[in-house]
Every structure is written in structure tokens, then in C-alpha cells.
């Protein structure tokens, strides 16, 4: 059980920004400080407890009442990793000890939820201490394992931010007679880039479920597809689109076919840190020289979509559920409650026990990815514009696709039927 007494509670926030992270903090500060509790923002995440520096502002409602609708984060984040060593972490339990605090609330994702869990575990196990942690799942990347058809908080926004973006450019490539190949941030899952492709009626988007083998796929998979959808367009009198393809991609292609990106940095965490790869101009650059060694002359324009969606104010939908999630985790806590993910389900606040999201080989979160037998994929794929295996039978259709490509039919099926067994 939690200590009786006073209540002092701090909040953490971690991974990347995300619509909807101050309207946490403001609904998590009031409820605390209404219940009498003492409320502290951490800034920038585990990083300054890690080095054991008390980096702290004491939260009012004052301060926090005005701020739900605001983008970015006020305290910051940090993707610091504190359970890297044993140094870091045992710094970040001294240091919230030497802060009084009895209760953490950590809004992130995997990461920052595994994190807090171990913070926790070692609070118990080193220090004999009891904190109470509730984690707010956190991330534009919807890959946290909540129920189907629940969101994390910020996908939203973040979604609807970047439809309108693709929009813009589906006119633009219309109007132009062009090309955009838009990369969407999502570090594993391709939640973000399927929402958005969808959303925005995107002429096709690849996401890294359609490849589920473990086997790396070769960069040549992924610009063939692209190609072929540009082909198909051409054959049916169209020379524009949008190709919106998912960062998490990246792990899925041989290592050796990125060498032209010069750079592999991993963060804290050991993940590749897509932003240093410049994906979109890798894809450039193949798609370009895949056209015009067919012949085809084509302007393509390439985006990267993610840091213009992070730090947006908050839609409707994300302040509603955010100020729902803060109130949420302050109950739970306040009951007493510990080690949980909050979650809100049919009307109802879910606490999930951290347990029964990790991985049991990993020892880490899980990762939702996307369902590609889901109906919402199924119907996603059915309005993409890209080479089936349809498009190979006999006819005059499939001799219009080889013309486009400057092959024979024979030709074009030796070179691009193969993309259709993904």
C-alpha cells in the first residue's frame, strides 16, 4: 500500500512530442492539487534525474489551467533511456526519493512506460520505497498495445494534421503533373502512415506489416511497387499521384541497401534514428533511376511528415481523451492503485497491470502493428492505386502497362509481377 500522509506526485514526460502532452499535464496537476497533493514537472524526461539533478517546477493549478489546448510540451522531453546502467537509474530513485515523491505519473510510450516500470521496481527492491506509477500511453505512432480501435493519445491529431498536408500535395501533383513520395514518421508500425494515406486519399501507401518475414526485403521491393503504381497511372492517362510510405520501413530493408543514407545512429534505446537516415531521398534517388532506365521521364518531389504533426495543438478529440486520461490516472492513484498503463474503455477507466503488456521475450512493451486482415486495411488496400496480380492477365490492359514501360509484355512481367506476392 502507499504511505499515508503527504502526497507528492511528479510527472515525467518522455519519448517525442505529441498533441495532447500539456492537456495531461493540466488535467493530472488540478486533479492532484484539488485532492491536496504536492505536484512537481520533471523537465526533459528521466534525463536530469538520471545525472541525479533536481530539475523541477512545483505545478499550480494557475500555472496548468489554460494550457490544454497548446501544443508541445511545457516540461519538455527527453527520450533519455535511465535503465542503460544501474548508475542512472539508481540517480533517478534518489533523486525523486530526495524530491518526497510518492507517485509518478509518466506520459510516453514503450519506452518511457518500461522505464517507469523499472524505476518503480527499483524504488522497491533497492530503496525499500513504494512508488505508486501510472503511465498515460503517449504517441503519435499508435503502436502501444491498447485494445483495437483505441487510440493513443496525439495519433489523432497527428493524423489529421497530416492528411491535410497530403491533401495539399495531391492538388499540388494534379495541378503540377508530378510525383510526391512522402515518408511518414512511425517508428516500427505503420499506423500513422495508413491513417493518413486513408485519410487523405493517397494514390497508394506501404507500411512494414505487408512484409511480416522476418527476412530483410531489398530497397529495389519497395521502389519496384512504387513504379508500378506510377506505370498504372500513366497507362490510365494520369501522370500525378502520392505515395505515402511508413519510416518503420527502414528495419525492414537490408541494411546494406541504405549505405547510401551515410549515416545508422541509434538513440539510447538501440533503435535506428530514422530522422539521420533521410529515407525519403534514398527512395529519391532509386525510384528516379528505376524510371529512367524504363524510359519514363517524371519530376518527383519528396517530403518527410512527422515533425510538423508532433507538436500541433491538440484537435478536439485529443483534448477530450487527454483531460479523460489525466482525471483517470489521478483516480487510479488516488485508490491506491500502481504499475498500470490508464486506458478508457466502453466509457469505462482500464487500468492494464504493466505485465500484461510486456513481451515475455523482450521483457519490454509490446508493439501494436498494424492488422493487415483487419477490415480497415482491407478496405485501405482495395482504394490504392498499385500493380495487382489482375493487372498481369492477358489483355489489353496488360499491354497498355508494358507500353508505359517501354517492355515487352513478357518483359514487364518478368520485372514487376513479382511485386504483386506481397
Not at 493513443?152 to 491533401?167: D, P
Not at 534517388?285 to 524510359?295: H, I, Q, R
Not at 480497415?376 to 514501360?405: C, N, S, T
Request: proline share 4%; with cysteine.
Amino acid at each position: 500500500m502507499i504511505t499515508s500522509g503527504q502526497k507528492t506526485l511528479a510527472i515525467v514526460c518522455g519519448g517525442g512530442p505529441a498533441p495532447g502532452i500539456n492537456s495531461v499535464i493540466s488535467s493530472v496537476t488540478i486533479e492532484a492539487k484539488k485532492s491536496g497533493w504536492e505536484v512537481y514537472g520533471i523537465y526533459d524526461g528521466f534525463a536530469n534525474l538520471g545525472r541525479g539533478e533536481k530539475l523541477v517546477t512545483p505545478l499550480t493549478i494557475d500555472m496548468v489551467s489554460r494550457i490544454y489546448s497548446d501544443g508541445g510540451s511545457i516540461l519538455r522531453v527527453s527520450r533519455f533511456n535511465p535503465t542503460k546502467d544501474e548508475e542512472s537509474l539508481r540517480n533517478v530513485v534518489d533523486t525523486l526519493i530526495e524530491l518526497g515523491v510518492t507517485h509518478l505519473v509518466t506520459i510516453g510510450g514503450d519506452d518511457t512506460a518500461y522505464a517507469a516500470s523499472r524505476v518503480a521496481d527499483y524504488a522497491k527492491n533497492k530503496r525499500g520505497l513504494t512508488i505508486g506509477f501510472v503511465h498515460i500511453p503517449k504517441t503519435i505512432d499508435n503502436d502501444l498495445p491498447l485494445p483495437g480501435g483505441i487510440p493513443t493519445f496525439g495519433f489523432e491529431s497527428a493524423r489529421s494534421l497530416g492528411s491535410q498536408i497530403v491533401s495539399n500535395l495531391m492538388v499540388d501533383a494534379k495541378t503540377t503533373g508530378r510525383w510526391f513520395l512522402v515518408v511518414a514518421m512511425g517508428r516500427v508500425a505503420g499506423h500513422l502512415a495508413l491513417g493518413i494515406g486513408k485519410s487523405a486519399g493517397a494514390t497508394l501507401t506501404l507500411i512494414p506489416e505487408e512484409f511480416p518475414s522476418k527476412r530483410k526485403i531489398p530497397l529495389a521491393l519497395v521502389v519496384d511497387i512504387i513504379a508500378g503504381s506510377i506505370i498504372k497511372r500513366l497507362a490510365a492517362g494520369r501522370n500525378y499521384g502520392v505515395a505515402v510510405v511508413a519510416e518503420g520501413l527502414i528495419e525492414k530493408i537490408r541494411i546494406e541497401d541504405l549505405e547510401a543514407a551515410d549515416c545508422l545512429e541509434c538513440d539510447d534505446h538501440g533503435h535506428i534514428r530514422y530522422a539521420e537516415i533521410n529515407f525519403s531521398d534514398v527512395l529519391k534517388k532509386e525510384l528516379l533511376a528505376k524510371l529512367n532506365s524504363l524510359g519514363i521521364k517524371m519530376t518527383i518531389n519528396n517530403k518527410e511528415v512527422g515533425y510538423e504533426v508532433r507538436c500541433a495543438p491538440p484537435n478536439a478529440f485529443d483534448i477530450e481523451y487527454t483531460r479523460n486520461l489525466g482525471y483517470a490516472a489521478m483516480e487510479f492513484l488516488r485508490n491506491g492503485g500502481t504499475n498500470s498503463m490508464i486506458t478508457i474503455q466502453n466509457d469505462r477507466i482500464v487500468p492494464i497491470p504493466f505485465e500484461e503488456i510486456m513481451d515475455p521475450h523482450t521483457k519490454k512493451t509490446q508493439i501494436r502493428m498494424v492488422n493487415t486482415d483487419s477490415i480497415q486495411y482491407r478496405i485501405a488496400r482495395e482504394y490504392m492505386i498499385r500493380l495487382e496480380k489482375r493487372d498481369f492477365e492477358p489483355g489489353i490492359e496488360f499491354e497498355k502497362l508494358a507500353l508505359v514501360a517501354g517492355l515487352s509484355p513478357e518483359e514487364f512481367g518478368k520485372r514487376f509481377r513479382y511485386v504483386t506476392d506481397f
